[in-house]
């Protein structure tokens, strides 16, 4: 049975890659692409959001302030990530008061103009996803409050493709623009994940533990064979550390002791493959590297604070109510 979808087999040989296995299960539930455009001096201040939000900066410049954090001076092609972030502003120079984004005009428009003086213009082009809360801790949580590439970091120039494609979706607006805008955006998100995690800095959380020599082995191959009975010996000998020492090393980096992240990565991907298909309770067992149904049901009980099939009855009740209101 495959958990990862048509790309992956559970227990392939293939080394596992736990950012594109992250960025499979976190399937938005919802996506608002907007772009902002001034001329001249502005400013204008967010409430919080959940979740993620990518901006790019594709003509002119601006400050992005953050609550809580010094500003930083987004130039002309930089990417930004935010995570869970708090209210920011984003202006055309440090000081300028800002106006709430709700009292921007959003009615049937891709790009708002947020003024129109004389001086320098600003294009900034944005994409707010939002996940299922059961799964988005996995990523969102190892985030930190900002993510920025420059346009002159390698990865910048390798984004910057990437951009010309963004703009010119938000510029046609065209028939499929918005299924367009939705992959655009998920790839960027994956690089601009790929990114934080091979920064010098070296990120906290799992996407920071994907950068060591031997934490990263072993993450790997328990993404690329979720269903073997991984033992906290044989995870150790592959990241060529005695037991104790990996896994100290483990929850150091990752949070959580090295089979506790096993398990939890499995019930995510059980939970996943419960609300997209109708593959059986023993089925998921063996896919998930249990020996009975009753020991996965144990299982995803503990973790996610129901049965399997209470789980899925549940999910398929909202759906059908979802539904009805669309009708």
Request: glycine share 8%; net charge neutral.
């Amino acid at each position: 049975m495959n958990l990862y979808g048509p790309s992956k087999r559970v227990g392939a040989a293939a080394a596992g890659d736990p950012i594109a296995d992250a960025a499979r299960l976190l399937r938005p539930r919802s996506f608002q692409h907007r772009g902002l455009r001034g001329t001249g001096p502005w400013a204008v201040r967010f409430v919080p959001f959940r979740h993620v939000q990518i901006g790019v900066v594709a003509i002119g410049e601006c400050w992005l302030a953050i609550e809580g954090h010094e500003p930083v001076l987004l130039r002309q092609g930089d990417f930004y990530l935010l995570g869970d972030p708090p209210s920011y502003t984003l202006a055309s120079e440090p000081g300028a008061e800002p106006r709430p984004a709700t009292s921007l005009d959003l009615a049937g428009t891709q790009v708002v103009n947020v003024a129109d003086d004389d001086g320098a213009e600003t294009y900034v082009c944005r994409a707010h996803f939002a996940f299922d809360d059961a799964d988005a801790s996995v990523v969102v949580d190892a985030l930190p409050r900002l993510v920025h590439v420059r346009a002159s970091d390698p990865q910048g120039r390798l984004l910057g493709h990437l951009s010309q494609l963004l703009v010119s979706e938000f510029a046609t607006n065209g028939p499929g623009s918005s299924l367009v805008l939705d992959h655009l955006a998920q790839i960027l998100f994956v690089h601009m994940l790929r990114a934080h995690a091979n920064r010098r800095e070296r990120p906290v959380g799992w996407l920071g533990a994907l950068t060591d020599d031997r934490i990263g082995v072993a993450m790997r191959a328990m993404h690329a064979d979720v269903s073997r009975r991984w033992s906290l010996a044989e995870l150790a000998g592959l990241a060529n550390m005695s037991r104790s020492a990996f896994a100290a090393a483990f929850k150091q980096r990752v949070g959580r002791p090295p089979l506790e992240y096993l398990i939890e990565w499995r019930m995510s991907l059980a939970r996943d493959a419960l609300l997209r298909g109708s593959s059986s309770i023993s089925e998921l067992a063996a896919a998930t590297g249990y020996e009975s149904e009753s020991a996965f049901s144990t299982a995803f009980r503990r973790v996610v604070g129901s049965s399997p099939r209470q789980f899925r009855e549940q999910a398929r009740r909202d759906g059908a109510a979802l539904t009805a209101q669309a009708h």
